[in-house]
């Protein structure tokens, strides 16, 4: 028999920021025959998933379940409360951040552009300047990324929501928590946000093809009046079946059984501590970056984000054959780079479900490759997240003592 010499031992470290590793318990959940989908069992898991989805984005509002991955929900967003030639405020703050604008301009929305350098999240000063500018509330919605999965940046939602009320805009607010959402903090209710967009590849801990529209009582006000054809991501059809526990079309059912056990995995691990575990894995990465002398893409530390950290490589290396290099020698995946610093930075996706023993292993496998690629780098930097860690640790056991 041949020897098979493009096997590699272990398991494939995925550290992109999403699609995340699926738990086996969520995988095992899944692994069950499948069931009548107008049947009175599917009715009794579809009310529990669409209950416990909104505790989740924190809303006691409905939250519309599409069989769709995030991109499908950017569409039901907007073609459920805008009609052509609306005019939306949109904010550049990476390569997701323009392909939303791209989709509105594809649907006969006019979107206006407010740019960034991609390397900081939305100012909500900005958006509060240019909707006072619109005396005659042209701009019918404000959208907004929460987390920017191309670069890393998080943006101030609830900040954001008190400059629109600063400006007396009656715009929708409407916010992308694909790479936030059971990662970071987030509350659509108390926030004030009209539409938020949910994907369930990645702190939801699912594979891709589930996605969310959670919704205010002002979204569905403006769901009457909307004029954008819509079928499939129709909110009305939706919203009368999810009543009685169906859907208007069948459903990705196995996902749901998933999706159940997603919920209930946050639930015992406690929401609070869920965030708190991310802000801890994001702060001991961004000490090993900072050790080993590379620049992070997100410039301002208030905009740093829980998920995921870019780290920018020195003039000369190529970020997309050190990706390449590291997984054929490490079997490490990172996320890839766009726009302006295509080629110049990778990402590094600490979310969904993680521990610092995996962690650990991602950083010090990386501290191996960019060693390997040549990158001039201080060595140690590991250790330091190491530390912090351990720090970090001993800290919350001697409060528990206390």
């Given at each position: 028999?041949?020897?098979?010499?493009?096997?590699?031992?272990?398991?494939?470290?995925?550290?992109i920021?999403?699609?995340?590793?699926?738990?086996?318990?969520?995988?095992?959940?899944?692994?069950?025959?499948?069931?009548?989908?107008?049947?009175?069992?599917?009715?009794?898991?579809?009310?529990?998933?669409?209950?416990?989805?909104?505790?989740?984005?924190?809303?006691?509002?409905?939250?519309?379940?599409?069989?769709?991955?995030?991109?499908?929900?950017?569409?039901?967003?907007?073609?459920?409360?805008?009609?052509?030639?609306?005019?939306?405020?949109?904010?550049?703050?990476?390569?997701?951040?323009?392909?939303?604008?791209?989709?509105?301009?594809?649907?006969?929305?006019?979107?206006?552009?407010?740019?960034?350098?991609?390397?900081?999240?939305?100012?909500?000063?900005?958006?509060?300047?240019?909707?006072?500018?619109?005396?005659?509330?042209?701009?019918k919605?404000?959208?907004?990324?929460h987390?920017?999965t191309?670069?890393?940046?998080l943006?101030?939602?609830?900040?954001?929501?008190?400059?629109?009320d600063?400006?007396?805009?009656?715009?929708?607010?409407?916010?992308?928590?694909?790479?936030?959402?059971?990662?970071?903090?987030?509350?659509?209710?108390?926030?004030?946000?009209?539409?938020?967009?949910?994907?369930?590849?990645?702190?939801?801990?699912?594979?891709?093809?589930?996605?969310?529209?959670?919704?205010?009582?002002?979204?569905?006000?403006?769901?009457?009046?909307?004029?954008?054809?819509?079928?499939?991501?129709?909110?009305?059809?939706?919203?009368?079946?999810?009543?009685?526990?169906?859907?208007p079309?069948?459903?990705?059912?196995?996902?749901?059984?998933?999706?159940?056990?997603?919920?209930?995995?946050?639930?015992?691990?406690?929401?609070?501590?869920?965030?708190?575990?991310?802000?801890?894995?994001?702060?001991a990465?961004?000490?090993a970056?900072?050790?080993?002398?590379?620049?992070?893409?997100?410039?301002?530390?208030?905009?740093?984000?829980?998920?995921?950290?870019?780290?920018?490589?020195?003039?000369?290396?190529?970020?997309?054959?050190?990706?390449?290099?590291?997984?054929?020698?490490?079997?490490?995946?990172?996320?890839?780079?766009?726009?302006?610093?295509?080629?110049?930075?990778?990402?590094?996706?600490?979310?969904?479900?993680?521990?610092?023993?995996?962690?650990?292993?991602?950083?010090?496998?990386?501290?191996?490759?960019?060693?390997?690629?040549?990158?001039?780098?201080?060595?140690?930097?590991?250790?330091?997240?190491?530390?912090?860690?351990?720090?970090?640790?001993?800290?919350?056991?001697?409060?528990?003592?206390?």
């Open positions: 028999m041949a020897q098979n010499s493009s096997r590699m031992a272990g398991r494939h470290f995925l550290h920021p999403g699609p995340t590793p699926v738990p086996d318990r969520v995988l095992r959940a899944m692994d069950t025959p499948m069931i009548d989908h107008r049947g009175p069992e599917f009715a009794k898991l579809a009310k529990k998933c669409l209950d416990g989805i909104k505790t989740i984005f924190k809303t006691t509002n409905p939250v519309i379940i599409y069989t769709a991955t995030g991109t499908g929900a950017w569409e039901g967003a907007l073609v459920n409360t805008l009609s052509a030639g609306d005019k939306v405020l949109m904010v550049e703050t990476g390569q997701f951040g323009a392909l939303w604008k791209k989709m509105a301009e594809k649907l006969g929305i006019v979107p206006e552009l407010l740019t960034t350098d991609w390397r900081t999240g939305v100012d909500p000063k900005v958006i509060e300047a240019r909707l006072r500018e619109d005396k005659n509330h042209e701009i919605a404000v959208c907004v990324l987390n920017e191309s670069t890393g940046c943006s101030p939602i609830a900040e954001i929501r008190k400059a629109i600063a400006a007396g805009h009656p715009a929708l607010y409407m916010v992308d928590t694909i790479s936030s959402l059971a990662s970071a903090d987030y509350r659509h209710d108390e926030w004030g946000v009209d539409v938020s967009v949910g994907g369930a590849q990645k702190g939801l801990m699912l594979p891709p093809g589930m996605s969310f529209n959670a919704i205010s009582d002002k979204a569905i006000a403006a769901n009457k009046t909307a004029k954008l054809p819509k079928s499939f991501f129709a909110w009305d059809e939706m919203l009368a079946m999810n009543k009685v526990g169906f859907f079309y069948t459903p990705a059912t196995l996902m749901l059984f998933g999706l159940d056990t997603g919920i209930e995995m946050l639930h015992e691990e406690g929401l609070d501590n869920v965030f708190a575990r991310h802000d801890r894995l994001a702060e990465t961004r000490r970056v900072k050790h080993w002398g590379l620049e992070i893409l997100c410039r301002d530390a208030k905009y740093y984000s829980p998920t995921l950290t870019a780290v920018l490589l020195p003039e000369g290396f190529n970020a997309d054959s050190f990706r390449a290099m590291a997984l054929e020698t490490f079997n490490i995946s990172y996320g890839a780079s766009f726009g302006p610093f295509a080629g110049r930075y990778f990402r590094i996706g600490h979310l969904g479900d993680i521990n610092d023993a995996m962690l650990m292993g991602c950083l010090s496998v990386t501290e191996m490759a960019l060693q390997l690629f040549g990158v001039p780098i201080k060595k140690g930097g590991a250790q330091v997240a190491m530390d912090y860690l351990v720090t970090a640790h001993g800290g919350a056991k001697k409060q528990a003592a206390e």
